[in-house]
């Protein structure tokens, strides 16, 4: 397990790190790595969790030896960690939030891709390029409608600026915050959404269902049933 000498060092550089000047970083942010004798896998999340560590990252030296495994695992992280935030604000402040894969035809353009879409994001949205060689987006305070409106110009973009034109596909989902739903669930619907877009040829935006709004839909039905029953004795037909 770390020691206190390994959390001061955490904390030093997270508060020197909070006065520091992005802008005067052109090269983008440095990933710091720190070999930790003694501690595990298991050991590290638990530290992670408890000590609210949301943008530290961590991977066994083998695995830094592959080109851009790191950053890559790294941002598969931060993906689900930045997700599981924007759903809890979705459900507490009724904020919608919708989330995209895009994956470009040649693989060897991900790079590419990554930085023309994060050039039109907003500040509080998020890309990130996945292990799977995907780029995320995450666009927050962003009903379905307007995702699906930004998403498509963000993929003419894409096509214009890019000599060869660049093909993409993707997929979008969008929640609302109207009923429980574990940030995998999303995930996985806009993998089924990327799919579709794929299987009907590629170059396309396939937008899947909302998934809370049908398991909202299915709740308020249970409960109408539920207090059919309770006065009348009766269940709904189904």
Not at 177 to 204: C, H, M, T, V, Y
């Amino acid at each position: 397990m770390a020691d206190d000498g390994l959390l001061r060092e955490l904390a030093g550089i997270e508060d020197a790190c909070g006065h520091g000047d992005a802008e005067a970083c052109p090269d983008g942010p440095l990933c710091l790595l720190r070999v930790v004798d003694g501690l595990d896998a298991k050991s590290w999340l638990r530290l992670k969790h408890d000590l609210e560590l949301t943008n530290w990252q961590a991977a066994p030296p083998a695995r830094l030896t592959r080109s851009g495994e790191f950053a890559r695992a790294a941002a598969d992280a931060l993906l689900n960690e930045f997700l599981l935030d924007e759903m809890e604000r979705a459900r507490l402040c009724q904020q919608p939030l919708a989330l995209a894969f895009i994956a470009p035809e040649e693989p060897s353009a991900l790079d590419t891709v990554f930085d023309l879409v994060n050039a039109q994001l907003r500040r509080f949205d998020l890309a990130a390029r996945l292990r799977t060689g995907l780029v995320a987006v995450v666009l927050s305070g962003t009903p379905l409608a307007s995702a699906e409106r930004t998403l498509g110009a963000m993929l003419r973009r894409i096509r214009q600026v890019s000599e060869p034109s660049l093909v993409c596909s993707a997929g979008l989902v969008g929640y609302g915050g109207l009923a429980e739903l574990q940030a995998g669930a999303l995930i996985k619907s806009a993998q089924a959404a990327l799919d579709e877009a794929r299987r009907l040829g590629g170059n396309r935006l396939e937008v899947a269902p909302s998934v809370d709004a049908v398991l909202a839909s299915r709740e308020t039905l249970v409960r109408a049933s539920e207090k059919h029953f309770l006065f009348t004795g009766k269940k709904l037909p189904e």
